[in-house]
């Protein structure tokens, strides 16, 4: 179990520009989660996968958000045109569930920071 | 809405010493509380979870929480605290009585501070 890999660690860019993270979950979960830390808070959910298909996105994913998980293993969250407000911490999860509810924990990345200049 | 409070922003206690973090949680239905830890510049790492049964369940590191549903609370506890626990404690419930699909809601958090 190598659990879940997240890259870049750090990312730092200007007003304006975008930026692509990459999430590989743990190789057997067929669930995958993407939630944003801000500093001083508790993640905040912002969208989840079920294999391939995206099945539940928060208000907090404007459009400027994208996320995909194109063959239901890896996948990527893209932040177009970025704000200084979108500075944070963005973790992805995963986990191996059937149904819901699903009682099974999710196993967290070690995220990426992305810093807005 | 379902959601969870943790109460203390910051818990101080000295090592050796029983160590309470508090959690409470309001839920539509049956709920499915989990805790987990932060060490700076990482991810979250679970401890432990109450799905249903036992109100006490024990976790990883010899952690354990008491869940109460009379209270709606959900405690995490540790019999003798280590330096070594000092971090940034998450409790969270699932939310899937909104129709979600399991998305976990954290609280704030709380910093437990391990003095020597």
């Known amino acids: 179990d190598t659990g879940v890999s997240q890259d870049p660690r750090h990312k730092i860019t200007k007003r304006g520009q975008n930026v692509t993270f990459r999430c590989d979950p743990i190789?057997?979960?067929?669930?995958l989660y993407w939630y944003r830390q801000t500093l001083g808070q508790g993640p905040e959910f912002l969208t989840y996968?079920?294999?391939?298909?995206?099945?539940?996105k928060s208000r907090l994913l404007s459009d400027r958000f994208s996320a995909e998980r194109p063959k239901g293993s890896f996948s990527t969250l893209e932040i177009q045109r970025t704000e200084q407000g979108d500075s944070a911490m963005y973790l992805c999860?995963?986990?191996?569930?059937?149904?819901?509810?699903?009682?099974?924990?999710?196993?967290f990345g070690d995220g990426t920071r992305l810093s807005i200049l | 809405a379902q959601s969870v409070a943790q109460p203390e922003d910051q818990v101080n206690v000295a090592e050796g010493n029983p160590l309470t973090v508090k959690c409470t949680y309001s839920?539509?239905?049956?709920?499915?509380l989990f805790w987990y830890v932060q060490y700076p510049n990482r991810g979250l790492q679970f401890l432990l979870k109450y799905i249903t049964g036992d109100n006490l369940v024990k976790g990883s590191y010899g952690f354990e929480a008491e869940f109460n549903k009379s209270q709606t609370s959900f405690h995490l506890k540790k019999p003798s605290a280590l330096v070594s626990d000092s971090a940034l404690y998450f409790c969270a419930v699932r939310d899937y009585f909104t129709g979600g699909y399991n998305k976990l809601i954290f609280g704030a958090g709380t910093r437990l501070a391990v003095h020597p």
């Open positions: 999860a995963s986990s191996l569930g059937q149904g819901a509810p699903d009682n099974q924990p999710q196993h």
């Open positions: 996968f079920q294999n391939e298909a995206q099945l539940e």
């Open positions: 839920v539509s239905g049956n709920p499915y």
């Open positions: 190789s057997e979960h067929n669930r």
